[in-house]
């Protein structure tokens, strides 16, 4: 795989980042929503960089793959928590404009990584 831990892999260090910024995004978020669209987007946000550590982990090409791919589904998951909570007025119009950026920029990384992936078995 060319990287001696999952912590060198760039869609696990995205991932991370991305799952901190969700974090400092919601803690705005109204208190009322602790249980609901906070803690869906949070948990959402943690599963994609633990997926791809888990997968990494698991030293077989066909599921590190697979666990990519859940990676990928936790993220639209956020995604559409992240729209949700703008629609709704959990979060304010445009705040998490940059977060969803980001995660177009992980999608795409995910999406070629598994390719590649794909392309080598």
């Known amino acids: 795989m060319g990287v001696s831990s999952y912590r060198e892999l760039k869609t696990w260090q995205t991932g991370m980042a ?3 910024e969700v974090y400092r995004l919601s ?33 077989s090409r066909g599921s590190y793959m697979q ?14 928590h992240l ?11 445009g705040t998490c404009e940059a977060s969803l950026q980001f995660a177009d920029e992980l999608g795409r990384m995910l999406h070629s ?8 078995s």
């Open 27 to 59: 803690r705005g978020w109204p208190k009322d929503e602790l249980y609901g669209l906070t803690s869906q987007a949070r948990r959402a946000a943690g599963s994609i960089p633990a997926n791809i550590a888990e997968g990494y982990g698991r030293e």
């Open 18 to 20: 991305l799952a901190a």
């Open 113 to 120: 990584q598994i390719r590649r992936l794909g392309e080598t």
């Open 67 to 80: 666990f990519l791919k859940i990676a990928r589904g936790s993220l639209r998951e956020l995604e559409t």
């Open 83 to 93: 729209l949700l909570a703008e629609r709704v007025g959990v979060a304010a119009s």
